[in-house]
Nanobody, 122 residues
Framework: QVQLVESGGGVVQAGGSLKLSCAAS????????MGWFRQPPGKEREFVAT????????TYADSVKGRFTISRDNAKNTVFLQMNSLKPEDTAVYYC???????????????WGQGTQVTVSS
């Protein structure tokens, strides 16, 4: 089992920045690819970003490319999502997830956090 706890969400004005953190416990964190997903109000969950076990590879959704940066610290069992130039359409509940497969597909992720709300005001 892997337990994931997100933090860092909040309310920010458009153009602002937030940094989300996801702390992991349980099974060996460094063995998992980590991803961030989000669910906007009234919409389906969508992929945001993913990072491989050793941070060698990252992938981003087109909608966040150039604005968001995913990173991880395996010594601290934590994955981060730095979000810059935020837009109102970034408003969503953000989830981190762990997978044994590097993928953008949410159904391949085995463990999920409880989510953290990000609200971007215009």
């Amino acid at each position: 089992q892997v337990q994931l706890v997100e933090s860092g969400g909040g309310v920010v004005q458009a153009g602002g920045s937030l940094k989300l953190s996801c702390a992991a416990s349980g099974r060996t964190f460094r063995n998992f690819a980590m991803g961030w997903f989000r669910q906007p109000p009234g919409k389906e969950r969508e992929f945001v970003a993913t990072i491989s076990e050793g941070s060698r590879t990252t992938t981003y959704a087109d909608s966040v490319k150039g604005r968001f940066t995913i990173s991880r610290d395996n010594a601290k069992n934590t994955v981060f999502l730095q979000m810059n130039s935020l837009k109102p359409e970034d408003t969503a509940v953000y989830y981190c997830a762990a997978s044994q497969i590097f993928s953008q597909r949410g159904n391949l992720y085995d463990y999920w956090g409880q989510g953290t709300q990000v609200t971007v005001s215009s």
